[in-house]
T-cell receptor, first 115, second 115 residues
Framework: DAKTTQPPSMDCAEGRAANLPCNHSTISGNEYVYWYRQIHSQGPQYIIHGLKNNETNEMASLIITEDRKSSTLILPHATLRDTAVYYCIVRLPEGYGGATNKLIFGTGTLLAVQP | GAVVSQHPSWVICKSGTSVKIECRSLDFQATTMFWYRQFPKQSLMLMATSNEGSKATYEQGVEKDKFLINHASLTLSTLTVTSAHPEDSSFYIC???????????FGEGSWLTVV
């Protein structure tokens, strides 16, 4: 699986949009980009995933560049409860090349939402 | 949304005893589940992949005889830490693959303290 690079930490003012970048320059054409977050002392929470097109759900938007070498997770109106470590992970879909669909976590980005 | 539940949330056991942690997918069937361990201020480390009806696949460096995994049904996987020692104290997290949503969901985690 391709590796990802994220900044170790970011600050964001409450009510503002939080834009979290992720580089995945070695991503293959079949790998999806997944975002999870982990609030302190809890299990990771699924946020969103995408392949090529931008995606949006009730939690966030995912913007993937045309060359797919990077992506940005956008929390449109950050709140204090969004303070967490955000993980960007690339993963093959089921059955591709014998992939076991594992999620391998890097160090993520600690987003601190400031009041 | 999909829910994965772990039990117990926390457990304290004596050194040398064994402890079992359960992971259940509540609203989908999971042929594949994953077990992670997380030490303070570190990222999640994948321990093993649990496959329904077959043996688990362990990551390099994880002792299969110490961390017994059973995945007897499509909604339940268990991790048993055998002959636990204080260094096994950690946050153990399971996840389950929802093939229908092409997504992996995580449990709330289980805190193990070995005294």
């Amino acid at each position: 699986d391709a590796k990802t690079t994220q900044p170790p930490s970011m600050d964001c003012a409450e009510g503002r949009a939080a834009n979290l970048p992720c580089n995945h320059s070695t991503i293959s054409g079949n790998e999806y980009v997944y975002w999870y977050r982990q609030i302190h002392s809890q299990g990771p929470q699924y946020i969103i995933h995408g392949l090529k097109n931008n995606e949006t759900n009730e939690m966030a938007s995912l913007i993937i560049t045309e060359d797919r070498k990077s992506s940005t997770l956008i929390l449109p109106h950050a709140t204090l409860r969004d303070t967490a470590v955000y993980y960007c992970i690339v993963r093959l879909p089921e059955g591709y090349g014998g992939a076991t669909n594992k999620l391998i976590f890097g160090t993520g980005t600690l987003l601190a939402v400031q009041p | 949304g999909a829910v994965v539940s772990q039990h117990p949330s926390w457990v304290i056991c004596k050194s040398g005893t064994s402890v079992k942690i359960e992971c259940r997918s509540l609203d989908f069937q999971a042929t594949t589940m994953f077990w992670y361990r997380q030490f303070p201020k570190q990222s999640l480390m994948l321990m093993a992949t649990s496959n329904e009806g077959s043996k688990a696949t362990y990551e390099q460096g994880v002792e299969k005889d110490k961390f017994l995994i059973n995945h007897a049904s499509l909604t339940l996987s268990t991790l048993t830490v055998t002959s636990a020692h204080p260094e096994d104290s950690s946050f153990y997290i399971c996840s389950a693959r929802d093939a229908g949503r092409n997504t992996i969901y995580f449990g709330e985690g289980s805190w193990l303290t070995v005294v």
